[in-house]
């Protein structure tokens, strides 16, 4: 696990401009928290349900480290990333951690429209507070066209920090079942 802090530190040596402006990934590499609680919990649950080999999607992936570590656990994963710095900082990532051949792929662009095919699961940690985060406002359930399933966590979700009740009640009342991963993370499967 601190391996993949040790490459976002060599990452902003490379890019030492994003030293200053990103403190997001800043902070995670300073706290030694580039992974959180809840992405071990999001790993956990999946692998308890989900058999290897699983089409996994991560939207709004950052530099991508719960997609490197669910490839790494021997799921097939595709992030999305909009800024181009960040999916360039997960390439960088992706090419200094081990992950085996063929099971992670990283793409430059806007969830939902980037994604060109049918997943299994979506799965996506903390895409609020951005500009482009719009798009899942305006296409909060269009996962469904992508995907049977969506993890994601329900306070950060959308725009603005989101109610996570309303979030919940907004995917029951459009038919999802909802399944507890841990803290405010669900599991939203759509009912066939
Ligand atoms: C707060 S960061 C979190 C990154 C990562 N998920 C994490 O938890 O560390 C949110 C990321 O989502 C990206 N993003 C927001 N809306 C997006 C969209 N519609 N498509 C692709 N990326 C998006 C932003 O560019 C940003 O890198």
Redesign the pocket.
């Known amino acids: 696990m601190s391996e993949i802090r040790e490459v976002l530190l060599k990452w902003f040596d490379v890019r030492s401009d994003l030293w200053v402006t990103d403190s997001?990934?800043r902070s995670?590499v300073v706290n030694n928290s580039v992974y959180?609680l809840q992405?071990f919990a999001v790993l956990e649950y999946v692998k308890n349900k989900y058999g290897s080999g699983t089409k996994i999607c991560?939207?709004?992936?950052?530099?991508g480290?719960?997609s490197i570590l669910l490839a790494q656990n021997g799921y097939d994963v595709t992030g999305?990333?909009?800024?181009q710095w960040?999916f360039d900082g997960a390439q960088f990532l992706q090419k200094h951690v081990p992950v085996v051949a063929g099971k992670l792929s990283f793409v430059h662009?806007?969830?939902?429209t980037?994604c060109t095919c049918r997943y299994d699961l979506i799965v996506?940690?903390?895409?609020?507070?951005?500009g482009?985060?719009d798009?899942?406002v305006a296409n909060q359930l269009s996962s469904a066209v992508l995907a049977p399933s969506i993890i994601l966590d329900a306070r950060t979700w959308g725009i603005h920090r989101s109610d996570p009740h309303e979030v919940v009640q907004q995917f029951i009342d459009n038919d999802y079942t909802v399944f507890h991963v841990g803290g405010t993370v669900y599991e939203f499967h759509l009912q066939s």
């Not at 991560?58 to 530099?63: A, K, L, S, T, V």
């Not at 999305?80 to 800024?83: K, P």
């Open positions: 997001y990934y995670k959180t992405d991560e939207p709004g992936c950052g530099y480290q719960l999305v990333e909009g800024a960040r662009g806007f969830y939902p980037a996506c940690q903390n895409m609020v507070n951005t482009w985060s798009w899942l």
